[in-house]
Structure formats: C-alpha cells, structure tokens
C-alpha cells in the first residue's frame, strides 16, 4: 500500500474501534432540486462561470440542519463536548491515489455559486494531486456522494474526529404515493451515520429530516421553517 492508503486505512478502523456508530436511513424525492436546476443552469453558468450541482444543494440543506441540531457538528473531547459555531464541510472525493476530504471552510456563509466554486477548486486540486494538508484539515461534518458511481444504499464511515457523516445515492426513477396516486418520481436514498456516544437517535432522524425538507423544497431555508 502506497503512504495515502495505509493512512486511509488507519483512519477508517481508528473510527470503527473509537465510535458507536450507527446509521439511520431516509429518501428523497429530487424532482423539485433537478427543475430549479434544469430552469436556472444556463443562467447560473452564466452569472457565475460554473455549472449548478447537486452537491451545493446538500451541503445547503446539511448546514441548515446543523444549525438546527448543533449537536451533531459537535465533538467529543476527552470528557467533554465540544460545540461549534461554524460549519466547516468535508466533501469525499475519489483521487486518482485514493479517497480524500477536503473542507468547504465557514459553509454557512455561503451561498450556492460560492459552495459550487470551492468544490470546483477542490475537487481539480484534488485530480491533479495538488492538495494541501491545510485543505483537508478539519471540518465539522462530511458528505460522501456514493452515487455519482451508481451506488443505491450504503452506510458510510464516519470521518474522524467528526461525529457524523451523510451519504448521498444514486437517482432512480421509482413508483411512489403522492396524495394517494402512485407516480415515478426521481428519488434518492441518503444514510447518516453518526456516533450515537454523542448523538441520540432522536437527534439523528430529526437532522436527517430537516436535509430532507431543505433539499425538497430550498425556500423552507429562506424561510427558516
């Protein structure tokens, strides 16, 4: 093993052998995030030279819930927990020498052209090897898209020192109940894993609920609901 991958290794069981993670499940229905981007993308590449993801919605709606369950962008310290006022994302991505983190810094005072920059920005210094240590030092809480390799369900590792991690998924067209009829609707599953040494389940399932209702509908973030 090359020196990233045994470090990516070490890592990865320090978390299993530290945490009591457990995963909790959910899914949600794309449809109103793919129309804003299908409606806004000519206009957004335009005004700001960089095309809209899907990556800057979440890291939105997983901002939003941080705010609301502060606990989990908190950290165990010895005896003690460690509450933050920032949220400071990692964003997984898959280099060419193996997985690596680096930090979207201060995510809550972003909007989406500034979140699709910096991972723009990362994400090429991360293809090209360029990475430092101080763009991956850090971060509060980490999102792992699974699914742009097509991956349906998975419960991923939490990011140590963190205490949670969400996982992203695939898209797939799927029959669901909308107001008593069935309809295909473009639906994504997302799994957080998190340590529930720190974290309740309640905690848990009402954070992975709040990303849920951000990203179905982005205007609950306007207004704060």
Known sequence: MNRMRQRIAQRLKDAQN???????????????????????????LKRHNLKLGFMSAFVKASVFAL?????????????DIVYRDYVDVSVAVAAPKGLVVPVV????RMNYADIEKAIMVLGEKARTGSLAIEDMDGGTFTISNGGVFGSLCGTPIINPP??????????????????????????MYVALTYDHRL???REAVLFLRKIKSAVEDPRVILLDL
């Open 18 to 44: 530290t945490n009591a993670m457990l995963t909790t499940f959910n899914e949600i229905d794309m449809s109103n995030v793919m129309e804003m981007r299908k409606k806004h993308q000519d206009a957004f």
């Open 67 to 79: 705010l609301d369950q502060p606990v989990v962008n908190a950290v165990i310290d010895g005896p």
């Open 105 to 108: 810094r201060n995510a809550e």
């Open 162 to 187: 963190q205490s949670a991690i969400l996982g992203m998924h695939a898209i797939v067209e799927r029959p669901v109940a909308v107001a008593g009829k069935i309809e295909i609707r473009p639906m």
């Open 199 to 201: 974290i309740d389940g």
